[in-house]
T-cell receptor, first 109, second 114 residues
Framework: GQNIDQPTEMTATEGAIVQINCTYQ??????LFWYQQHAGEAPTFLSY??LDGLEEKGRFSSFLSRSKGYSYLLLKELQMKDSASYLC??????????WGAGTKLIIKP | IAGITQAPTSQILAAGRRMTLRCTQD?????MYWYRQDLGLGLRLIHY???????GKGEVPDGYSVSRANTDDFPLTLASAVPSQTSVYFC?????????????FGPGTRLTVL
């Protein structure tokens, strides 16, 4: 079957660094997305990886290892506004996104 | 209009009633999607459309129907609502249905079926 696993909840301190992991099993693979979703709001795009390696975009970076079925989202210099859920989604062989349940990130002062 | 709009924002519905959730985008995207989001579960695809005039079934299509008469609109209909359809519904669109394009989401409709 197809499956996306990510931790349910994480806590970090303002100004620190946090890494949110995601493992996936899909029938075929055509890329991995990370989205951010604040409580009561719609998901918004953060990053897309299709090749192995690290993609850096400001304070946020995303890593992909296709051979391990593994990705992570790295958030640096955490700010209170980064408190949100982070959704991992992989594109399967039918070009549909399979979504993880999301990781709720709590930032403490 | 900028991006994707959904209506209504929220709705309380009696079981057995028919309900249509509206979705409109102004980005001229070819592909559109309907998802439901339930606590503790990931977004689950209900139906999708890769281009006007075509639709397809997602992971959880039972009890729902869609139409795509034009590029901009993608309504979702619950023919006879049941309590298990209580959820937050998101409409999304992307440039193509290739699965490699960013999906842009509407603000969501919170539906409660009693």
């Amino acid at each position: 079957g197809q499956n996306i696993d990510q931790p349910t909840e994480m806590t970090a301190t303002e100004g620190a660094i946090v890494q949110i992991n995601c493992t996936y099993q899909t029938s075929g693979f055509n890329g991995l997305f990370w989205y951010q979703q604040h409580a009561g709001e719609a998901p918004t795009f953060l990053s897309y990886n299709v090749l192995d390696g690290l993609e850096e975009k400001g304070r946020f970076s995303s890593f992909l290892s296709r051979s391990k079925g593994y990705s992570y989202l790295l958030l640096k210099e955490l700010q209170m506004k980064d408190s949100a859920s982070y959704l991992c989604a992989a594109t399967d062989s039918n070009y549909q996104l399979i979504w993880g349940a999301g990781t709720k990130l709590i930032i403490k002062p | 209009i900028a991006g994707i709009t959904q209506a209504p924002t929220s709705q309380i519905l009696a079981a057995g009633r028919r309900m249509t959730l509206r979705c409109t985008q102004d980005m001229r995207h070819n592909a559109m999607y309907w998802y439901r989001q339930d606590l503790g579960l990931g977004l689950r695809l209900i139906h999708y459309s890769n281009t006007a005039g075509t639709t397809g079934k997602g992971e959880v299509p039972d009890g729902y129907s869609v139409s795509r008469a034009n590029t901009d609109d993608f309504p979702l209909t619950l023919a006879s609502a049941v309590p298990s359809q209580t959820s937050v519904y998101f409409c999304a669109s992307s440039d193509s249905g290739a699965g490699t394009d960013t999906q842009y989401f509407g603000p969501g409709t919170r539906l409660t079926v009693l």
